[in-house]
């Protein structure tokens, strides 16, 4: 039974125990756990503004959380100094909503930002590394455009190919399907299983595009109002008995979020002068 | 009475906050200047944008003041029969006051906006947080090479918009109106003191420079990330500077030039 605790634990890379963080006096997290396991695809899904980005800052270390723990690899990240933490944050990825490429510099220079920044490697070898990741996100053709001639789609992918520039051991995506035609969503749908499965990685994925995430996760943690509402792998999620769950996946107008925002009594309000 | 108290007590937490934070910015940003020096490209590139896409701007500018003193000089002084001190003149004006201060508020309009205005949009573009994930302190690559070139250019910048105000100057007074060529020269030399009046105005176009670059970079570095907000904190990059310029170029005067 202890041989079993300590595999889990070490199976788990991202450990959340009862994290509390408020933003002025909106509470965002209230008492959160969450285990994200090596290897796996897991989904993080909730409405709009239930702090899922939030989430992915805190596990970055780039907020701090008021109550709880959040362990990655075992290091307490609110812990670290800034030293560890620009060492921890090298083995991690984050592919923001918006691709938060660097404007100023062309395709293959920021695929190169991060080689450039943390290693001493010839411009030659950087070349190739860069030419590699390109090719895995299927635009080594684009390495001389510039952020603002790319679509949406390939500037995420292009964010996709900086983020594994490192080869680091995870990658969070913030709702990287957002806004996205279907091909593109389709693009990215395939490379995030693919790079998490051929590189090894551990993949967290913020979302609320329920089908195209819940196809590619392995677990799925749906949180809303500050708790974890629901979580399972996706079919234990789509057989799930709770209301507001089964509202969020199926994208049902009314149930337990009530399509009207809290108003008085309609007759009155309309019969008052 | 009790609103308008409380306003106040608002405006001046804000306003301390506000210094608070601009405080400790700045700390940071002297921490990072020494990885500045470790790689010259992040500097060059800076001062390419910052000095020398401004040096059009600067040198007309000073040729227009020079050329304008010259005139306004030498109507004045002929009355006197001195128009030979108009080289006198023209150069104490420019060398003193009006170099650093008009480079000053020029600079802050032209690289400082847009300092402000990159900085602003890198924030809220998320690039500045994407720095931040990829393990690069966006303070060290991208505020401290950028704070470092405007110190470094605004002296330069004073220096050049001075030496064409002279000629400006000489143009007009010289070359239009028939000052003698040599007293121009020959009075201004024997009257502009090296310490007191060049290096004086050396000093406050430094002063300058330190000033009105950590206003342009903090400005881009607190604003909230939208367009409403980038837009504010370009506004206010110009107007602090301008009110910042003004302020301590009074100060430094006194400092330098009073007779208590």
């Known amino acids: ?273 | 009475m009790l609103d308008w108290i409380r306003k106040l007590g608002r405006g001046g937490l804000r306003l301390f906050g506000k210094l608070g934070r601009g405080g400790l910015f700045l700390m940071a940003t002297l921490g990072g200047i020494p990885a500045v020096l470790r790689r010259p490209g992040l500097l060059v590139a800076q001062l390419w944008s910052v000095g020398v896409l401004s040096l059009a701007l600067i040198t007309l500018s000073g040729l227009f003041v020079g050329m304008v003193l010259g005139l306004q000089g030498y109507n004045t002084l002929v009355d006197f029969g001195a128009e030979e001190s108009l080289g006198v003149a023209v150069a104490l004006a420019v060398v003193r006051e009006l170099g650093p201060v008009v480079t000053a508020l020029l600079f802050a309009g032209r690289a400082g906006s847009a300092m402000t205005a990159e900085i602003g949009l890198m924030k809220a573009t998320e690039q500045l947080s994407g720095m931040e994930m990829m393990a690069v302190n966006p303070i060290h690559r991208v505020i401290a090479p950028r704070y470092l070139a405007g110190i470094l250019s605004m002296p330069l910048l004073a220096a050049i918009f001075s030496a064409v105000a002279v000629y400006g100057g000489f143009f007009v007074g010289v070359g239009l109106l028939g000052v003698d060529d040599g007293a121009y020269w020959s009075q201004m030399q024997a009257k502009v003191d090296l310490y007191e009046d060049v290096w004086n105005g050396v000093i406050k176009s430094l002063v300058f420079g330190l000033v009105v670059t950590w206003i342009a970079v903090f400005e881009g570095y607190d604003t909230v990330p939208t367009s409403e907000g980038v837009a504010g904190a370009t506004t206010r990059t110009v107007v602090h500077s301008a009110f910042a310029i003004l302020t301590l170029d009074f100060v430094l005067t006194a400092m330098m030039f009073g007779d208590y």
């Open chain 1, 1 to 273: 039974m202890g041989e079993t605790a300590a595999q889990a634990g070490r199976d788990t890379l991202v450990k959340i125990r009862g994290l509390e963080f408020s933003r002025g006096d909106r509470v965002i997290f209230d008492g959160v756990d969450l285990d994200i396991l090596r290897g796996k695809v897991t989904a993080v899904m909730g409405p709009s503004g239930t702090g899922k980005t939030t989430l992915l800052r805190l596990i970055g270390g780039q907020l701090c959380p008021d109550r709880g723990s959040v362990q990655v690899d075992g290091l307490e990240v609110s812990r670290l100094r800034t030293g560890e933490l620009y060492a921890l944050r090298k083995r991690m990825g984050m592919l923001f909503q918006s691709g938060a490429l660097l404007t100023d510099l062309s395709v293959f220079d920021n695929v190169a930002f991060p080689l450039r920044e943390h290693t001493d490697l010839p411009e030659s070898m950087i070349r190739d590394l860069v030419l590699m990741k390109l090719q895995a996100v299927g635009l080594r053709g684009a390495r001389d455009l510039k952020p603002a001639q790319l679509s949406g789609g390939m500037a995420r992918r292009v964010a996709m190919s900086r983020a594994i520039a490192l080869d680091p051991m995870m990658i969070m995506y913030d709702e990287p399907f957002t806004g996205q035609d279907p091909i593109s969503k389709g693009a990215l749908v395939k490379l995030i299983r693919l790079l998490n499965d051929a590189l090894g990685l551990t993949s967290i994925i913020v979302s609320h595009d329920v089908q195209e995430t819940a196809e590619i996760s392995d677990y799925i943690y749906v949180i809303s109002q500050g708790r974890v509402m629901g979580q399972g792998a996706p079919d234990e999620i789509e057989r799930t008995d709770s209301g507001w769950v089964k509202q969020f996946m199926h994208g049902l107008p009314d149930g337990p979020v009530p399509f009207h925002y809290p108003a008085p009594d309609y007759r009155d309000d309309l019969l008052q002068t």
